[in-house]
């Protein structure tokens, strides 16, 4: 992409200027390669965009907000360059979708629309008409313009006219998980997405000779597009480079994970990944019949990010699927958050992930971190102690950042900007945002170990959940994995007192009991902790975000206010005559 590009309008326009027929994008509308497929060329999306842009200017929205809620699918693209290219801050969201969801998205839309201060809603024909028949429930919908994007005719693109974008102009508003607090709007500008952009695109090998080699084929993803990861990686990132991503549904990747390495197999991509958990499911589905038709040869960046990286799970995938071509050296562990744009850390690429005791134990208590690889380029990463002093190497401490990418802070929240996003050092550095986050430095390289808020601290010994979550884990057949949460809750005059609450597929008293003893043996053995309780709850009840991060802070006050859906002890069978 050419240095002159100021925005990531520019590089659209540049890329559907040189190739107006290379498909940008292919979507797999039942997850399947050979079911339905809808493509998108780079002259067609800038058409889309423009057509979308000229609508909205129009409607002299420019400078306002704009709720982006489309499910699955290309539409979603075509509107968020769409408000690119009209100066629209595009605010991306989760549409309410099915019964069970429809309540928790709702409150969402609700909190999008007043945090952000929206001014119109973007969607597809059917999100748009279930707002209206919601609209007892959202009557912010009195004060906002709704439009389905499919209406805006291509002819509309005539009306767009270039807009003045500044490269501190607000681009977007990045809401943040809500895994520790509230979710935040962050404010992405066009600067910070064009540096995240070279970050990207150095720290994972993609060059135009990259793209070339794979034919083009850079990016295989199912992540959420409303999410950080899933935008700025395979959708933005494949739009700098001019390359082709083929997307699908996380609900298609979550009901039959081997889609993933089928597509991958079928599309022989560059660079895909997802959070560990995304692993894990491959391996528990990874039949010999499927390893038979896989080629997974040409798949050179997996990237692992967004939650805890598990040694283990690396070792387990790289080894189960060599057999149809993968290597190990492709594992490609990562670090990054909303507040940087996307990525911190990662790689380095064609070498396999470094390793490492936490400081100050042993390898063997099972506590072994992954590295998440060297600060991407331009970006600078301390590691800061208690009291705002950079520790040395090993040293655990808050991980901060600083560089282009680091982001303008949160939206109308300047004490929280404050706090997070001006941090100095007592040697007089500054300009540094605090992450929230737990880690060290090693030979340049960032080793994420736990969340500040989340820290549990027993008897006047640090404890990372994670750690405690992944004994739970192994411990029993019947818990199922990525559903677990540690925290501690107050013992009075002895102190904090560890809990963990896990997901399990086990249904009878005696079934329970054991796995609850399973769990405390396991954290026992591995931590030396006696739990306070082990809580055994129904599949798919645990509090999650939308993007599938644990909120230990919500599954702690459900804990304490006895609201979470235990398994209900089996009934006796019926006396038979």
Known sequence: MPESARSMVDVLLTQASLHPEKIAFRFLADGDCDGEVQEWTYGHLARRSRAIGGHLQEQGLAGTRAILLHP???????????????????????????????????????????????????????????????AEHLPELDTALCIATEDIPDEAEDAWRPPAIAPDSLAFLQYTSGSTSAPRGVMVSHANLMDNQRVLSRGMGHTPETVEEWGGELYVSWLPVHHDLGLIAPV??????????????????????ERWLTALSRYRAHTSGGPNFAYELCLRDATPGLLEGLDLSRWRVALNAAEPV??????????????????????????????????????????????????????????????????????????????????????????????????????????????????????????????????????????????????????????????????????????????????????????????????????????????EAAIRGAVGEAHGLSLRQAVLIRPGTLPKTSSGKIQRKACRAAYLDGTLATVAEAQPPAATS
Request: charged content about 20%; some cysteine; hydrophobic content about 40%.
């Open 72 to 134: 699955p699918g290309l539409e979603f693209i075509g509107t968020y360059l769409g408000c690119l290219a009209a100066a629209v801050v595009a605010v991306p969201g989760l549409p309410p979708q099915g019964r069970k969801q429809s309540q928790r998205a709702v409150a969402r839309v609700r909190r999008l629309i007043a945090d952000a201060d929206a001014t119109v809603i973007l969607g597809s024909k059917q999100v748009i008409a279930e707002l209206g028949a919601m």
């Open 310 to 515: 598990r040694a283990a799970t690396l070792r387990r995938f790289a080894d189960t699927f060599a057999p149809a071509g993968f290597r190990r050296e492709a594992l490609h562990p990562g670090y990054g958050l909303a507040e940087a744009t996307l990525m911190v850390s990662g790689g380095p690429v064609g070498l396999e992930p470094m390793t490492a005791p936490r400081p100050g134990e042993r390898t063997e208590t099972g506590s072994e971190l992954v590295s998440c690889g060297p600060p991407g380029a331009g970006l600078t990463v301390v590691i800061a102690d208690d009291e705002q002093q950079e520790c040395p190497e090993g040293g655990i401490g808050e991980v901060w950042v600083a560089g282009p990418s680091v982001t303008q802070g949160y939206w109308r929240n300047a004490r929280a900007t404050r706090e997070a996003f001006r941090a100095s050092l007592k040697d007089g550095r500054g300009g540094f945002l605090r992450t929230g986050d737990l880690g060290f430095l090693r030979g340049g390289e960032l080793y994420i170990t736990g969340r500040l808020k989340d820290l549990l601290v027993i008897d006047g010994r640090n404890h990372y959940p994670q750690d405690l979550e992944l004994s739970a884990e192994t411990a029993h057949r019947a818990i199922r994995p990525g559903c677990i949460a540690a925290f501690s809750v107050d013992g009075g005059t002895d102190g904090e007192h560890p809990v963990v609450v896990a997901e399990t597929t086990a249904t009878t008293r005696p079934e329970c009991a054991e796995v």
């Open 236 to 257: 933005l990132n494949n739009l700098f480079l001019g390359g082709t991503s083929t997307l699908f549904s996380p609900l298609h990747f979550l009901q039959k994970p």
